[in-house]
């Protein structure tokens, strides 16, 4: 499968190495990095390595890579706190999106609130 990069995009910089970022987990498809601002005692990003814009377009486009995606996140909270784990997709800027290429934030490592 061809990744496609999007040439002014963070995450896809980020995933080539052209940014630096501290890396928990990679695979062919799919990369891991903890979030440069953490919201939680672990806070960790799982993207494919693939642009896509948002969640839904990834669905669309490649629902096994969602799927992997959930995977990914489920075995870093297995290791970080029992496999437990908060997954958020903010899809629109005004639902919070700042970075338009999908990315799972994974929230474990303590209990949460709410
Ligand atoms: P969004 O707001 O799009 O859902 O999430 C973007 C996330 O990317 C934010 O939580 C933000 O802290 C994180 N972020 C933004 N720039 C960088 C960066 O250069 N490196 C890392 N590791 N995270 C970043
Ligand atoms: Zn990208």
Do not use: W
């Not at 440069?36 to 960790?44: E, L």
């Not at 934030?105 to 609130?113: N, P, Q, S, Y």
């Amino acid at each position: 499968r061809i990744m496609m990069s999007e040439p002014d995009c963070l995450f896809c910089k980020i995933i080539a190495g052209e940014i630096p970022s501290e890396k928990v987990y990679e695979d062919e498809t799919t990369y891991a990095f903890k979030d440069i601002s953490p919201k939680a005692a672990v806070h960790v990003l799982v993207v494919p390595k693939h642009h896509y814009a948002n969640v839904a377009e990834l669905a669309g486009a490649d629902a096994a890579q969602l799927a992997h995606m959930v995977q990914v996140a489920q075995s870093l909270a297995d290791d970080a706190f029992h496999g437990a784990y908060r997954l958020i997709f903010n899809t629109g800027r005004d639902a919070g999106q700042s970075v338009f290429h999908v990315h799972a934030h994974v929230l474990t490592g303590e209990t949460l609130d709410e």
